[in-house]
């Protein structure tokens, strides 16, 4: 694909996240698109919102685990880039109107904070542990441009791993201090218990998956900074929100994280 048709792709899905509107499949425009495309394109719809104002804080990870790739039927994790005007206070109320939200889907987290620079490939799982200051709780909002989800790993590779905006906990904890595969997390949505997950659900560890993230960008040339924060995939299936709904987590031995969705 010419370096015209990604920059068309992604000025689409830039303009349908600036403007509210889903936009159909770019795999069912465009059956060559590779993930490398997807890569570029979404590259191109980031370095629009940082023309914009946003700046790059970190990076994401999605689709790691078995419950969400049933859901979205993505057997493979994507990649993206998180900004500070996708980054909420714990606690805080998100207007999905103001924020353009479409479809959003809540996920729990653990989310790592860098305390040195990882540039791959090459990362290890050690490698992130001595690379990462703290851990925090933390939701992700995930949302779609794509209409009804209908996503292949091109789409939302595309659509920068369909990123949403992002909540961390107040809670920020050494990660030598914790068994990271263990960690149990319960999830709520309005006062009730909706599901539960544990730290091995991303790659059998959330070490794994930042490596895993690293080493990918790392082939793009692009690294991993000191203190820039890392999401690391869901422990837990999906929740659609919408306003009106308060979703909270609490991590055993990492602390709790909740948000409230506005009109």
């Not at 068309?8 to 830039?14: A, S």
């Not at 659900?201 to 890392?230: K, M």
């Not at 999401?231 to 994280?257: F, H, K, N, R, Y």
Request: aromatic content about 6%.
């Amino acid at each position: 694909m010419n370096n015209k048709k990604r920059e068309q792709y992604g000025d689409e899905l830039y303009e349908a996240l600036t403007s509210g509107q889903t936009i159909q499949p770019l795999t069912a425009r465009d059956s060559e698109l590779s993930i490398e495309d997807a890569y570029h394109i979404s590259l191109h719809m980031v370095q629009r919102r940082v023309a914009d104002g946003d700046r790059i804080v970190g990076k994401k990870i999605g689709v790691t685990s078995k419950a969400v790739q049933d859901m979205l039927n993505v057997h493979q994790p994507d990649f993206g880039f998180i900004t500070d005007n996708m980054w909420f206070q714990d606690g805080e109320t998100i207007s999905v109107a103001d924020n353009k939200l479409i479809q959003p889907r809540a996920e729990g987290e653990i989310a790592f904070r860098l305390k040195q620079d990882l540039v791959g490939p090459g990362v290890t799982e050690q490698d992130v542990l001595e690379a990462t200051d703290v851990v925090m709780p933390c939701f992700e909002i995930v949302d779609s441009r794509i209409h009804n989800w209908q996503i292949k790993i091109q789409d939302t590779v595309a659509d920068n791993a369909s990123c949403g905006v992002f909540v961390l906990g107040k809670q920020a904890v050494d990660p030598n201090q914790l068994d990271l595969p263990n960690l149990q997390m319960k999830v709520f949505k309005n006062g009730e218990l909706i599901s539960e997950g544990m730290g091995s659900a991303v790659q059998g560890n959330p070490l794994t998956a930042v490596a895993w993230l690293a080493n990918t960008l790392g082939e793009f040339g692009i690294p991993f900074r000191a203190g820039e924060v890392i999401l690391s995939g869901s422990l837990v299936p999906l929740e659609p929100v919408q306003p009106g709904d308060e979703m909270s987590l609490e991590i055993e031995g990492l602390g709790t994280a909740s948000v409230v969705f506005g009109q």
